[in-house]
């Protein structure tokens, strides 16, 4: 005889598999403290982004004068899926219409602020085993970046001609955040504090001093030796 099983509705349903991760709309507006990782919260699950900065690093800032910056419009937090998925998307792009080496890109958050869950039994008899809202502290679950109106989210270095292609990359990379954000061309000098004009002023006086991606001002202010020129005395 062949053996048959018969369920009774009395039975259990069987687990269908793991659930998904929570929406966004979850954890999407900044209404707790900040609370970081730290000895006291043990156990946060590495964010989803490992890395920031992409593209040609370490090129000087002399080869790519425009930059293009994304900036936030709302107060909430990002997760760190959503940072990477926007890294992704903007990378891929650049690559494809600017070229790898034509451009320097940089997340400017890092997902400090923890998430947390207070998980609930979702099977047979789970009424005997929780407790509600009886130590509802949850555990943690992600990761999240908390930006205000008019931060930087993502910042983009590169050749003038190339300009148009880095706004159309940050425009895709929008539809990887929640809420709004704006796009604008920077009117400084790549990832520098100077304006274009300034930056061939004060370069022409030979008063800045390349320092990698940046530059340092070289000011008024010093011994004398350093300002007409003269060897230093030994």
């Known amino acids: 005889f062949g053996s048959r099983v018969i369920s009774s509705a009395a039975d259990p349903p069987a687990a269908t598999g793991a659930m998904g991760r929570r929406p966004n709309k979850c954890y999407r507006y900044c209404k707790n403290k900040p609370y970081p990782k730290s000895r006291f919260c043990r156990g946060v699950p590495d964010p989803k982004i490992r890395i920031y900065e992409v593209g040609k690093k370490k ?38 219409n600017a070229g790898k080496d034509f451009f320097h890109l940089r997340m400017r958050p890092h997902p400090y602020q923890v998430l947390r869950i207070n998980k609930m039994l979702s099977c047979a008899g789970a009424d005997r085993l929780q407790t509600g809202m009886r130590g509802a502290w949850g555990k ?26 880095a706004v159309e990359a940050l425009r895709r ?8 954000q704006k796009v604008h061309v920077s009117s400084r000098w790549g990832f520098t504090r100077f304006t274009k004009e300034d930056y061939a002023k004060w370069k022409g ?3 800045l001093i390349p320092n990698g991606v940046d530059v340092q ?17 030994k």
């Not at 419009?73 to 990002?78: C, N, P």
């Not at 930006?147 to 190339?162: A, F």
């Not at 990379?173 to 709004?180: D, E, M, S, T």
């Not at 008024?220 to 350093?226: F, H, V, Y």
Request: charged letters at 25%.
């Open 205 to 207: 006086f030979g008063r």
């Open 173 to 180: 990379a929008k539809f990887k955040f929640p809420g709004r």
């Open 217 to 233: 001002w070289l000011s008024s202010r010093g011994p004398l030796w350093r300002l007409i020129g003269r060897p230093k005395k």
């Open 59 to 96: 090129i000087p800032c002399d080869e790519f004068p425009a930059a293009v910056h994304m900036v936030s419009d709302e107060l909430q937090q990002i997760s760190s899926e959503a940072l990477e998925a926007a890294r992704i998307a903007a990378n891929k792009y650049m690559v494809s």
């Open 140 to 165: 943690s679950y992600g990761t999240a970046a908390r930006v205000n109106i008019g931060q930087v989210l993502m910042s983009i270095r590169t050749k003038e001609e190339k300009c148009a292609i």
